[in-house]
């Protein structure tokens, strides 16, 4: 088998923790009852998708949020419920990161929105006091940046074009099913994250 040189990696549930029931369940307080049936790990409905890939702003996001409330709710405790899901980095995978920059070319690549990037920010300078996360990079793509998203193949297609990588000298680490599937398609060799593994138990 072909030796890889490049790494792929996840940002949620791979270097940050995070809680998708903490979301769901302060969602649920502010007055969506299904808010679960419109935004889970492996499914999102539509205006999740157009947020996660840049097709609405901020602010549309926000106010299509509200007015699908059953209850009065301010943009504040949207902002703080839609927050909810981030935790904190695992600090002993960022020093894998570091171990492993020195053997492959490092990526980043993250379905993500405006919103959650600024916050992840501040909780990674806080956690580690280092200023960002994409130093640990050669790239670092986030999906509302580039305008596409896990788990769809054109996003996989972008990043081996983008980093002029070879799929067989790729590795890609994410754990959510879906999202490696595509990916195995295109011949990138994969590894599912499973919840408590750490990226410094995988044999490199």
Do not use: C
């Not at 200023?131 to 990079?137: A, G, N």
């Amino acid at each position: 088998m072909k030796a890889y040189k490049n790494i792929i990696i996840d940002l949620g549930g791979v270097l940050l923790d995070i809680d998708y029931k903490k979301t769901t369940a302060a969602f649920e307080v502010l007055g969506y009852p299904d808010f679960g049936s419109m935004f889970s790990q492996n499914k999102v409905s539509q205006i999740f998708e157009d947020f996660e890939t840049g097709g609405i702003t901020e602010d549309e996001f926000l106010n299509n949020v509200i007015q699908l409330s059953t209850l009065p709710v301010s943009r504040e405790a949207v902002l703080q419920a839609w927050n909810a899901m981030l935790l904190k980095f695992r600090t002993e995978s960022l020093l894998n990161l570091t171990e492993l920059s020195g053997k492959y070319n490092l990526y980043l690549l993250s379905n993500t929105n405006i919103i959650h990037l600024r916050t992840f920010r501040e909780i990674f300078t806080r956690d580690t006091g280092k200023p960002t996360l994409d130093d640990y990079f050669r790239k670092a793509w986030y999906s509302h940046e580039i305008g596409l998203r896990k788990p769809y193949r054109e996003i996989y297609e972008f990043v081996l074009r983008e980093g002029n990588m070879e799929p067989e000298e790729t590795f890609f680490i994410d754990d959510t099913t879906s999202n490696i599937e595509a990916a195995i398609e295109l011949g990138i060799r994969t590894h599912l994250l499973k919840p408590g593994e750490r990226i410094g138990q995988l044999a490199f």
